[in-house]
């Protein structure tokens, strides 16, 4: 059995189900927020995806669940180097 106070020891994932007409960017903020509280170190996308099967079975249309499943997409790569190493050619 899962625990999902590990998952989500503030219970902002499980309470932003619970609001009446939450919008897509207020997921948004409360997600920033719980990925914020995560351990260092860890891979986020091993807490998404139990979230996502225990909320997303019942709640597949929620902002929540749209929200975390964006999260478990790798974000592309810029091609842009800022700082020092965009100044000094290899």
């Not at 998404?48 to 975390?68: A, E, F, R, V």
Request: hydrophobic residues 35%; contains cysteine; glycine residues 12%.
């Amino acid at each position: 059995m899962i625990d999902f106070k590990f998952l989500d020891p503030r219970g902002l994932i499980q309470e932003s189900y619970k609001i009446d007409g939450i919008s897509a960017p207020e997921c948004r903020s409360i997600f920033l927020d719980w990925a914020l509280g995560l351990p260092a170190g860890v891979a986020m996308q091993d807490y998404i995806k139990p979230l996502i099967d225990h909320y997303g079975k019942s709640n597949g249309d929620h902002p929540m669940t749209q929200t975390l499943r964006q999260g478990l997409k790798t974000a592309p790569a810029t091609g842009r180097r800022g700082g020092r190493a965009a100044r000094v050619a290899e």
